[in-house]
Every structure is written in C-alpha cells, then in structure tokens.
C-alpha cells in the first residue's frame, strides 16, 4: 500500500506539476512546455521550478506541495516523457495526456513505473499552469 502511495504521489506531483524552459513566458502559449519543464524540474529536484508549473488555485496546491517536498528528501527519481499530446484546448483550459517512466536512481523502497496521465491545465493571466491530473493507466517495470 505504501508503494502504491509513493506511484501516486510522483504521478500527482510529476502531473499537477513539468517543463524545461526557464522563462516564464516561453510557457505562455503552449501547454505541451509546461508539462516538460514539469519534468525537468522534478529532474533536478528543485521546489520552487516544480511548484511554479502548477495553478495556485488548484485544490491540492498545498498538498502537493508538501509532498513534492517530502518526495524530494526521500527520493532521487528520473522522470522521462515518453510521449504527450494536446487532447483539448479552449481559451481557458487545456488536457496534455501523457506517458511518464519514472524510475528510482536512490532512496527506499519504489517500483518503477510506466504511468499514462491525463493533465488538466489552466490559462492564468496568460501562463498555463497544470490544475490537476488523473492517471489513467500505471504498468510496474519490476
């Protein structure tokens, strides 16, 4: 059960939270960037990059936050994109569905994993920032 725990909370982070570009406003008119600079800052483990990919309005901002925290202390996770694509996109909103291979580098016990993930972003004042996530579909690799 724990395991199954540790799974959700990098889905969630790595989903509510990923992009790879380091000025704000080169995620301004594509999704698509924030959900690799997601991954990119929970690559290098960094807090501040992760939680600035995901909308402040979002229920579990706080949460995540904290787990994200806790995940990066306990942790070193490499996170791979392994496919993404832009499902639905309005003026407000957009869902990136993704396929994500996280795999532990160090840090207890974890199961690698293949996750297929569906994120919700929101347009805020011009930036897109991921709202929420739903997984779809988790296939362990050991």
Not at 50 to 62: H, L, N, R
Request: aromatic share 6%; glycine share 4%.
């Amino acid at each position: 059960m724990k395991r199954m725990i540790i799974v959700m909370l990098t889905a969630i982070v790595a989903g509510t939270a990923v992009p790879g570009c380091s000025e704000e406003t080169k995620t301004a008119g594509d999704p698509m960037l924030v959900v690799r600079e997601n991954i990119r800052a929970m690559n290098s483990r960094d807090l501040e990059k992760t939680m600035a990919t995901i909308d402040e309005q979002s229920e579990s901002y706080d949460k995540t936050k904290e787990l994200a925290r806790q995940l990066f202390a306990a942790y070193d996770l490499r996170y791979e994109l392994d496919s993404a694509n832009v499902i639905e996109k309005t003026e407000e909103e957009a869902k990136v569905e993704c396929v994500q291979t996280t795999r532990k580098v160090s840090g207890p016990a974890f199961r690698d994993n293949r996750i297929r993930i569906v994120h919700l972003l929101r347009n805020v004042d011009g930036e897109w920032k991921i709202y929420g996530s739903q997984m779809k579909k988790i296939d362990y690799l050991d």
